[in-house]
């Protein structure tokens, strides 16, 4: 008989709410335990939060303690903050428990660089517990830096990789879409992008550091550049009802680059604004041979987030202890159809 992968999910944010979603939809998962410190959701059914045909009796708890029983769950989902830092007791708490850990904070796709001794609190950590620890989602973990790395596998050389992310963030949630500046004049932006009010898109450099180490590349310096506005043409209004006159803020572009004498090894170039413009994912590589993959329309961030979560479940399981990256882990693919007992 089929046995599910049991879950816990810490993180009811807009996209928390996304791939909770998905983990109830999924037969191959059962999701045992809701966590969220929202005082407006604790106590109730998980049913009343989301927007779903299917039943879920699950009642919102406040403490992942009050979730935890000495029986151990196979893995435990974070999804409460873009900071390592604010997530760490959270991943602590869980590995203790005994339970893998899969995380959407995007500064734990790749910390070692920046975060050289949590990194190291948390790899012996898990080691001892005998679990596996893995920050992923769309980007990072996936779009910009594994998905990549893959593509390089039939060069003979590798030369320099270039890769961009053009999306139309209108069709992204109201959070995406104010975490970019949409509606913002261009002086609100910059104040609030300054003053971490905003933060544009978080992982460029973690996606670097990623492809860095996977393929070996050498580099004398890695750079991002500061997010900057890009202002709307015309008056239009948001899929969330507020109108953004002519002249405000309409999304926004992030660059991150590693150099070698000079010149651009790896480019990561992410687009997102509101606009009847065209969407796309795109990787090139400049070697031998040189390769161009462009994914038409884009790949949808939320909704790939969510799906990158719930497919990672039996690849972790699988995996070694520790601190594990995307690049460590077997050939990401849907799992929906792989149950606890064919692992």
Not at 57 to 77: H, Y
Not at 161 to 176: A, G
Not at 223 to 242: D, L
Request: aromatic letters at 6%; a negative charge.
């Amino acid at each position: 008989m089929n046995k599910p992968f049991d879950v816990i999910q810490v993180g009811l944010g807009p996209m928390g709410r996304i791939i909770a979603k998905l983990l109830i939809q999924r037969k191959n998962i059962n999701l045992e335990g809701v966590v969220d410190i929202n005082p407006q959701f604790i106590g109730k059914k998980l049913n009343e939060i989301l927007d779903i045909e299917e039943q879920s009796n699950l009642i919102i708890e406040s403490d992942l303690d009050n979730i935890i029983s000495s029986e151990k769950v196979d893995v435990i989902f974070i999804a409460t903050s873009s900071s390592l830092e604010k997530v760490i007791p959270i991943i602590k708490r869980a590995i203790k428990s005994g339970s893998n850990v899969i995380s959407i904070c995007e500064e734990l796709s790749y910390p070692f660089q920046f975060y050289p001794k949590l990194s190291e609190d948390i790899d012996k950590l898990a080691k001892s517990n005998n679990v596996t620890v893995v920050g992923t989602g769309i980007n990072p973990g996936y779009l910009m830096d594994l998905l990549p790395i893959v593509i390089t596998a039939p060069c003979q050389k590798v030369k320099s990789i270039k890769v961009t992310r053009m999306m139309n963030s209108d069709k992204r949630r109201e959070s995406f879409q104010r975490k970019i500046g949409t509606g913002l004049t261009s002086e609100e932006f910059h104040q609030k992008i300054n003053n971490k009010e905003i933060t544009g898109h978080v992982g460029l450099k973690e996606s670097i550091q990623m492809i860095i180490a996977a393929l070996g590349i050498q580099y004398d310096e890695l750079i991002e550049i500061p997010p900057e506005e890009i202002i709307t043409e015309k008056e239009f209004i948001t899929s969330y009802g507020v109108i953004v006159p002519e002249g405000y803020v309409c999304g926004l572009q992030s660059k991150a680059m590693a150099k070698k004498e000079g010149k651009e090894i790896i480019l990561l170039d992410f687009i997102a604004y509101a606009g009847d413009h065209e969407e796309y994912d795109s990787i090139e590589i400049e070697g031998v041979p040189s390769i161009h993959q462009k994914i038409i329309g884009g790949v949808h961030g939320d909704l790939g987030t969510a799906a990158v979560v719930a497919n990672l479940i039996p690849k972790v399981i699988d995996a070694k202890a520790g601190l594990l990256t995307m690049k460590d882990l077997p050939v990401s693919c849907y799992t929906g159809n792989i149950w606890k007992n064919n692992t």
